[in-house]
């Protein structure tokens, strides 16, 4: 079993930044695959950016410049640096993960709203 455990988010004022962090727990053989999506109210979840086994980074072209995805392989744990927040990237955060062996996980989700 495994588990993925968010925090980091939050109210904070446009042009703004926040840290998302996402830590695994349990049977975890190796990271492959990580990133982020996120849930506006009212619309469909959408993909965010993703980190791959190999250091690659890929953004969402509204995110790109702004975002930056990045993963901690022997803590399990991958991170979502964001700055120049703006208020169309209030959502519910999700972390998800991808093992070698073939399971993907997703967060529990965590609240970021920017507004002044």
């Known amino acids: 079993q495994v588990q993925l455990g968010e925090s980091g988010g939050g109210l904070v004022q446009p042009g703004g930044s926040l840290s998302l962090s996402c830590a695994a727990n349990g049977d975890i053989d190796r990271m492959y695959v990580v990133g982020w999506h996120r849930q506006a109210p009212g619309r469909q979840r959408e993909w965010v950016a993703t980190s791959s086994t190999g250091g690659d980074s890929h953004y969402e072209d509204s995110v790109k410049g702004r975002f930056t995805v990045s993963r901690d392989n022997f803590k399990n744990t991958v991170y979502l640096e964001m700055s120049s927040l703006k208020p169309e990237d209030t959502a519910v955060y999700y972390c998800?993960?991808?093992?070698?062996?073939?399971?993907?996980?997703w967060g529990q989700g965590t609240q970021v709203t920017v507004s002044s």
């Open positions: 998800k993960m991808v093992l070698v062996s073939g399971g993907t996980y």
